[in-house]
């Protein structure tokens, strides 16, 4: 017995569409790493903005690193920042346009190591923007470095024995960091390497953005993802290794509503 495999096309014509592809997501060839959680943030990032009708009034601000490719994907006004500078580019932007929508798309590395002053000091001032914040654990493509979220024993280009905390620290929580600050309206750890994961995160980033329109201060979303190549595993087995090491210690989350 054989069973035939329906086209797209076939499948609309026998019955409801339940999912589509949102038209904020250009059509363009993926250029991250297969695997990586980046195109999933992006589409349910985009879905929010189309579901709330705002992508005409939406600026997104992409610093350097993995991120710095969103504009290439998000059918949006994008505007592009030096490494670890969103957060004051978004400041700028918002104080200029206070009607529009701003948010930020940055990596753990960015936000947390080289962008720190900046994030910091945007979510005491309670700029009312939102923040994405991917983490990987790494520096994903500038050659695998240890980023400040590293974990411990976790090897990367510049920890080739493992993350030593005797010399090297330990791995910040930058989330929590700033959730204590008072501007700060509502933070948040989600994930999205699996389907039952996707939902809240979509969920956290709407609250997000419903938050920025009601005025209420900064709302940085972080989420756990995974960098295979990084981590220089496939990607079944990078999103086993999140669920079994990243997660005891950046666990998922509202920490701040």
Known sequence: MTTSVLTPEEIIKKGKV?????KLINDVPLSYCPGCGHGVAHRILMEVVEEMGIWEDTIGVAPVGCSVLAYDFMNIDMQQAAHGRAPAVATGIKRVYPEKYVFTYQGDGDLAAIGTAETIHACNRGENIV?????????????????????EGMRSSTSPYGRMVQTMGYPIKITEMVAMLPGVAYATRQAVHEAKYVRKAKNA????????????????????????????????????WLDENMLDYFPLGDIKK
């Open 18 to 22: 339940v999912f589509k592809k949102t």
């Open 131 to 151: 923040i994405i914040f991917i983490n990987n654990g790494i520096y994903g493509m500038t050659g695998g470095q240890m980023a400040p979220t590293t974990l």
């Open 205 to 240: 980033i709407k609250k997000a953005f419903e938050n920025q329109r009601d005025k209420k201060g900064t709302s940085i979303i972080e989420i756990v993802s995974n960098c295979n190549s990084g981590w220089k595993l496939s990607p079944v087995e990078a999103n086993k």
